[in-house]
């Protein structure tokens, strides 16, 4: 048997990689309606610095109306990384602000949010 | 030239010894110290920084793994069954930091339970995948089971190279996208440059470059242990002091 060159192994490799992301991705997005609604504790109050339509695009941009929620966790064409677009979104500013020296809310730890 | 084996024939103490160590505790910790550089991630709280860093230190043996690849290397001079052994022994050090990483988080914070469903964000999932995959690695290399998996010893070290390859792979996307600690371009360049290096390396040796030869030095197969152990000590003390330091940094900050 002639043996296969080493980076031969290395694509092999990486198409594998490519192949399971796409699978888990393809069965991510169709199973995720089914998660349920992770309550969050969310206070304006704590957030009175930051102008409304910083968070509430769509006071601006048009997307429609209604909550954050009824779009991201139940319009297909979002809800897919609805958990990634809040955390990036929230952490985001917290880690910014916490590495700016203010205060902030939680970064990371769960039991701060949910 | 005199083969590694010649070279340490008789000798004692291990040519080397020190400076392997050295750049075995070196690589582990190397990550995990470039990671707490500017701009240093703010610190969530000891243990789940430790934790995190455990992960670092797993992403580092991977790529170290390729390099020590249970092949005959001249540095350290010592005899095949050596670097059979360092192989074997990283690899298992490199299941027990997986565990740890993913077992301490939980025990953090048992809501990140969700992050090991199927639905969980896709960086969450390729993490889980290369957990799974790395049981395999692991299983399926035990003698035994290899034995009864695969008749000839060619065909498991193909498929053990291809599902290695994967694993660093889903573990790049793991850490890269969820960007926690990798929080800057410049840090994520270097990530990548770092593990296109290593592939590169490891795609332009043979496959079977060397056989293994039969230890004319005893002791020198017992070395692997002392180094693997000692510097997976000296890494874990060392990712410990780095996350209590940027615990410790920001308490001050916020009083």
Redesign the interface.
Known sequence: ?K?????L??L???A??VL??WL??A??SS??K??FF?SVSFEHSNHTKTPCAQCHHNFTDQTGGGTCYNCHKYSPDVMG?M??TF?DFCFGCH?TK??E?E?SGP?????GC? | MKSPAELHAGRKPAPHALKFALLLAGCMLAPVFVVSLY?S??G??LF?DWANAMGYLVVANCLFLFVYKGRVRTFPAYSGRFFANLHRDLGYITVVLLAAHIGLLLAV?P??L?HL???????M??GS?ATILMLVLFLSSIPPVRRRLWRDY?VFR?VH??????V???LL?HILVSG?YL?SQWKRGLLIVATAAV?AH???????SATIKAAPVRESRKYSHKFSYGCVVVALLGSFSLAFLSNIE?RN??D
């Open positions: 048997m043996r296969p060159a080493l980076w192994i290395v092999a490799g990486l594998l990689v399971l992301l888990a991705e069965y991510r199973h995720v089914e998660q992770l990384d958990e990634k955390h880690v916490r590495l020296g205060d970064m990371r730890e769960c039991s949910h | 701009p991630p703010p969530i709280s789940w914070e809501l990140l969700e469903k199927p639905t969980a964000p896709l960086h999932v390729s995948l060619h193909h190279a291809i599902v290695a390859v994967t660093l792979g889903l996307y926690f929080n592939m490891y795609a332009r040796g043979k496959v079977f920001w900050l916020s």
